[in-house]
């Protein structure tokens, strides 16, 4: 398939404008989605730290605040009033409204006094944190606070979680006086992480989780609390893409807590995750723009290309107009000159000495052809001519011999056969083309002559042919082939002075020419014919064509010659006596 320069200049301009924009996408994909998610990584790297510093601090300071109440000389003392010290619990919860309750403990295990009286004379010896922090300053994990809940909280549907705090309570000389506990509201996690969040934008989509230490997210999504994460081992890290249980995939930083000073922390691990393809949105937003503007590039290439391609092609069209106008009949064309850029102007520069030298040439070649075509004609016209002597003199010789004669049906034969060959040459000499004979009419032409060389009213000769036009090396053969054939089946087929027709038939069929002498004469006895110089100088001929002859005598006999048309007419003749 052929493809124009306006095509390719369009094909590659634009192609090139494609790749390139693929390629940028690709690369872009690639190189940007990995510095940003390193960089969105890293910032959820520090917000996770950040929430998780805030816990341990928060913790801190309430551990803080709880050994501070107990180094209250009203907790302290062991002559201080209920009311005293619920006075003073009541007013560090007032303070800090995350501590659900708060309450001192005698050291027998009987509660004397709580925030909100709850609880108040109840034996809680029972209870862990009591037990805990009867020795140490003591921080529980979280845990669901069922029935002090609903006290707590009866309006909530939620079951609330709690924190639980104990601290022992000593007088001056280090005897244990009595324990101070609270319970911290495990709301107070969730306003940590809605602290630090809060500087994310909300479309980020980004969500916060707090682990206990074996990996149980214990402030989270509600689907999820409860429920063990596998990574959450791998602590104190960058962020990376992890598979939740979900199926989806989240960028996903964990960062354990360590205590603050003399807090020595719960070993809990705050995780942050962001959809990936929230995460990675900017890069797809970019990559987008890039094919965008690649594609409208691509497409300006394309207009840019087709310009170009216009006038560069001009020159060339201009110039192939110019030959198509000559037209096929041998005239110069008339190039324009052109000089828009310097390869055109080269082009056209040897075109139009190429053509200067083609019309000299070619005016010397037609004063040689007229030259040569006018000797060909004269040797036509002169071979002709010699021929027709021949003939002349042969019948004079005829004439001389006498009646019965042998020698004059041979001379008479031969007679045949120069007039064959010179019809052709007759032929050539009159018409226009002298490499090529109309076969068809020569052998109607022959037909003529042997009619008139035979004059028998009772035999008629007639030639039923088509229009072929082959070379004269192949009509000379085929000519004396068929004067062969019509002189046998003359002298032969009709005996007794019998009535009857000779038909000469030529048909091109393909790629081969058939020529066949049919007579209704009495038929051929000896099949196929065979002896006479006759039949001797045919099946000669017929193999100097490369042909083939085959013969019939169902009805009178008939002799068929199949040439190919493009046969190799040149080679000598070889009769053999």
């Known amino acids: 398939m052929k493809i124009g320069l306006r095509a390719m200049l369009i094909a590659c301009l634009g192609g090139v404008g494609l790749a390139f924009t693929a390629g940028t996408a690709a690369v872009l994909q690639v190189e940007a989605g990995n510095r940003l998610q390193r960089m969105i990584g890293e910032q959820l790297h520090l917000y996770a730290g950040q929430v998780a510093d805030k816990l341990d601090r928060g913790m801190f300071e309430r551990y803080r605040d709880l050994l501070v109440v107990t180094s209250l000389e009203t907790i302290r003392a062991t002559d201080a ?34 925030t909100g009286r709850v609880y108040e004379g109840m034996d809680v010896s029972a209870r862990d944190w009591w037990k805990q922090g009867f020795d140490r300053p003591y921080v529980g994990d979280v ?80 689907p999820l609390v409860g429920k063990p994460l596998a990574f959450a081992s791998a602590r104190d890290r960058n962020a990376g893409v992890e598979s939740w249980p979900d199926g989806r995939r989240f960028l996903t930083s964990v960062v354990p807590t360590k205590g603050y000073r003399d807090y020595p922390g719960l070993g809990w691990s705050v995780v942050l995750r962001q959809p990936v393809d929230q995460a990675m949105a900017p890069v797809a937003e970019l990559r987008n723009r890039v094919i965008a503007w690649g ?9 840019v290309g087709h310009v170009l391609a216009t006038w560069l092609s001009a020159p060339l069209r201009a110039m192939s107009r110019a030959v198509e106008a000559a037209g096929a009949d041998g005239a110069m064309p008339d190039l324009p000159q052109t000089g828009r850029y310097t390869e055109a ?22 004063g040689t052809v007229a030259e040569k ?36 049906g041979r001379i008479e034969a031969l007679a045949g056969r120069v007039t064959s060959m010179g019809r052709l040459h007759e032929q050539l000499y009159t018409s226009g083309d002298l490499t090529n004979v109309d076969f068809g009419t020569h052998l109607r032409q022959l037909c003529d002559a042997l009619q008139e060389l035979h004059p028998n009213e009772a035999i008629a000769i007639q030639a039923d042919t088509d229009d ?21 089946a003359l002298k032969h087929a009709f005996p007794e002075e019998g009535n009857g027709t000779v038909t ?36 000669a001929l017929v193999r100097q064509v ?6 019939d005598g169902r009805q009178g006999c008939a002799t068929t010659i199949s040439v190919p048309f493009n046969a190799d007419a040149n080679r000598p003749v070889a009769v053999h006596a």
């Not at 594609?295 to 207009?303: M, R, T």
């Not at 049919?518 to 038929?523: E, H, M, P, Q």
């Open 81 to 114: 009033s209920r009311d005293s010290r619920r006075a003073v619990l009541q007013k560090l919860q007032d303070s800090y409204p995350d501590y659900a309750w708060i309450g001192f403990i005698q050291p027998t295990g009987l509660l004397e006094a709580a």
């Open 143 to 222: 845990h669901d606070a069922v029935v002090l809940g609903k006290i707590l909280y009866a309006n909530r549907l939620e079951i609330p979680r709690f924190v639980d705090l104990a601290a022992p309570v000593r007088d001056e000389r280090g005897t244990l006086t009595g324990v101070v506990a609270a319970h911290l509201s495990w709301d107070w996690a969730s306003e940590v992480e809605r602290s630090v969040l809060g500087q994310i934008s909300q479309d980020a989509e980004v969500e916060a989780m707090i682990l206990s230490a074996d990996g149980t997210v214990i402030l989270g999504p509600k």
């Open 295 to 303: 594609i409208g590039a691509s497409l300006l290439a394309v207009l």
């Open 345 to 366: 102007a080269t082009l056209s520069g040897a075109l139009h000495t190429y053509v200067s030298d083609l019309q000299e040439a070619d005016r010397r070649l037609r």
């Open 373 to 408: 075509t006018v000797l060909l004609r004269e040797v036509h016209h002169r071979v002709k001519n010699n021929l027709q002597v021949i003939y002349g003199l042969m019948m004079v010789e005829m004439r001389r011999l006498p009646k019965g004669d042998l020698s004059r």
């Open 468 to 488: 072929v036009a082959c070379s004269i090396e192949l009509a000379t053969p085929l000519g004396l082939i068929a004067n062969e054939l019509v002189v046998n």
């Open 504 to 539: 000469v038939r030529l048909r091109k069929m393909g790629d081969r020419l058939t020529m066949t002498v049919a007579d209704d004469g009495i038929g051929c006895p000896d099949m196929p014919p065979m002896g006479g110089t006759g039949m001797t100088l045919v099946d």
């Open 546 to 551: 490369g042909g083939t002859i085959s013969f």
